[in-house]
């Protein structure tokens, strides 16, 4: 549930909180469970330890390669599950996968972190309720929740609002930040025009001595008026 509200609280920065979770929890499950069984008891456990503060660490200094990391990391799962469950070689799938993941975290990623928050938010919203008010030794306020089909159905509800609100404060930030650049390029402009006004008033001066000089020629040498000398 802190995850949740900072996630959506802290706008395109609760991006950070998200990649530490999800970084640090997936680093640990993949050590944990990957070499379970493998040599010493202890081996996964205090691998799985280390990953995880890692994969923590990473996502929450690393912004721009934790959200590419865990975009790599959801791609290279999305992919290559499927193909393992089918009992087929899922390692070349799921790294094809996770390069492309990689791809679009670097390269999208102001765009991610207006979508990625607010969809994990609810996500952990829903899954924080399902854990703390679901179970009937704390009351089952939401027993309901027990099910998966409604821990998803709340999820992707929440999802709605969370991303609506997600939008409306990038909109509003995008307007100050127009209308702050219009007020900076009018100060711009009245400074640039307050540095030539010298120059200006002096040009118009010679401009209306040349004009009086022009007037004062015709009216000592009138048009039509005959040649003394002829």
């Not at 854990?131 to 409604?150: D, H, K, M």
């Not at 100050?176 to 008033?201: H, N, P, S, V, W």
Request: aromatic content about 6%.
């Amino acid at each position: 549930m802190v995850v949740a509200v900072a996630a959506v609280a802290l706008g395109p920065r609760g991006q950070r909180p998200v990649n530490a979770v999800m970084l640090g929890a997936g680093a640990f499950a993949a050590a944990f469970f990957g070499l379970r069984g493998v040599a010493h008891p202890w081996l996964a456990g205090g691998a799985a330890v280390i990953a995880g503060v890692v994969g923590l660490a990473l996502g929450a200094v690393a912004e721009t390669w934790g959200t590419a990391a865990l975009m790599a990391a959801l791609f290279a799962a999305a992919a290559g599950t499927p193909v393992a469950l089918l009992k087929h070689a899922w390692l070349p799938v799921a790294a094809v996968a996770g390069s492309i993941g990689l791809f679009v975290g670097i390269t999208r990623q102001r765009r991610l972190e207006l979508v990625l928050p607010p969809m994990f938010g609810a996500a952990f919203a829903a899954l924080g309720l399902s854990i703390g008010f679901a179970p009937n030794n704390r009351g089952a306020a939401l027993p309901w929740l027990l099910e998966v089909w409604w821990v998803l159905g709340l999820a992707a509800v929440l999802a709605v609002p969370f991303l609506a609100l997600s939008m409306v404060r990038e909109r509003v930030r995008v307007a100050r930040l127009e209308a702050r650049t219009r007020a900076m390029d009018d100060e711009d402009l009245k400074k640039a025009i307050a540095e030539r006004q010298e120059e200006y008033e002096r040009a118009a001066q010679e401009e209306q001595a040349a004009q009086q000089a022009h007037a004062a020629l015709e009216r000592r040498d009138p048009e039509g008026e005959p040649d003394q000398g002829a």
